[in-house]
């Protein structure tokens, strides 16, 4: 009982936070939308901040665990390529056959508005949890961008993040998804292509601000 009422307060807070910013969802409010007593909140997560940091953990998780699969399928094929790497970014969070596609986008709303209003944040609970797959991550960028310095890869990391997390969350998948499972995969596809360009693309010599 007490997990199902764990699973309804993240099921209500995951969608009032995906559908305001980050400041915008009360305690009062969540409640109401779980239909549980504010008090079961405080009990079960602390505060509303532990709350927020619980509904972007269980969104990240099912994404990482798919990134991690893709991982040790690019380490044994030999030496990644800049699409390989796109790759990383982009499939994880596309849909898979099973997936509830309802609950899916609204989690990716939730990681898409969060990685931009509290990117520190999502950081920090990423780093936190998934601290060797992003290490791995790091690695294979840098065995396939060698050229590139360690602050220009992170930097284009942080940019693969927000472009498709904003891109699979925005208007350009629900189009998408309304011509069904073909023209998701090709706005995927297409967007891993863009990645891709972007990742390998050479350092500028502009002084940087």
Known sequence: MA???RD???????RLFAASDSRGASLRAIAREAGVNSALIHYHFGSREGLFEAVVLRA????????LTLMAAMKAQGPPSAAGLA??????LLPTEGDDHELQAVALRLLARSF?????????????????LMYTLGDLLSKALPDLSFDVKCQRMRFCVQAALETLSGSEMEVAS???DAARERLGIDLIDFLAGGLEAPMSTRPRT
Do not use: W
């Open 3 to 5: 997990r199902d009422t």
């Open 8 to 14: 309804k307060i993240l099921d209500a807070a995951t």
């Open 116 to 132: 931009t209003e509290q990117r520190s944040l999502v950081e920090d609970l990423t780093l936190k949890h998934f601290g060797d």
């Open 178 to 180: 309304q011509h069904g």
């Open 60 to 67: 990240l998780v099912p994404v990482q665990a798919r990134r």
């Open 87 to 92: 790759r990383l970014f982009v499939e994880p």
